[in-house]
Nanobody
Framework: QVQLVESGGGLVQTGGSLRLSCAAS??????MGWYRQAPGKQRELVAL??????VYAESVKGRFTLSRDNAKNTVYLQMNSLKPEDTAVYSC?????????WGQGTQVTVSS
């Protein structure tokens, strides 16, 4: 069982930046992803890291950067040039050993 805890969300103005963290209670030597869900919308994949490959949703390419520190069992999502449409609850997910684990989510609100 791996527990994931996100942090770093908050309220920011358009054009601002935030860095989200996802700290795991164990190894993150698997596939890690960041998702988001806005009110009234389906959850969507924001970024995914598998080995040396990182993929991003088209809506965040060039603005968001996923990085991981395996020594600290932590994954980050650096979010720059934030827009009101980025407002959502952001959650991290880990696929490991045939199981998937979710964090509780952190709220990101971008004001116009």
């Amino acid at each position: 069982q791996v527990q994931l805890v996100e942090s770093g969300g908050g309220l920011v103005q358009t054009g601002g930046s935030l860095r989200l963290s996802c700290a795991a209670s164990g190894s993150i030597d698997g596939i890690m992803g960041w998702y988001r869900q806005a009110p009234g919308k389906q959850r969507e994949l924001v970024a995914l890291s598998s080995g040396n490959v990182i993929v991003y949703a088209e809506s965040v390419k060039g603005r968001f950067t996923l990085s991981r520190d395996n020594a600290k069992n932590t994954v980050y999502l650096q979010m720059n040039s934030l827009k009101p449409e980025d407002t959502a609850v952001y959650s991290c997910k880990l696929w490991l050993g045939g199981y998937d684990y979710w964090g509780q989510g952190t709220q990101v609100t971008v004001s116009s």
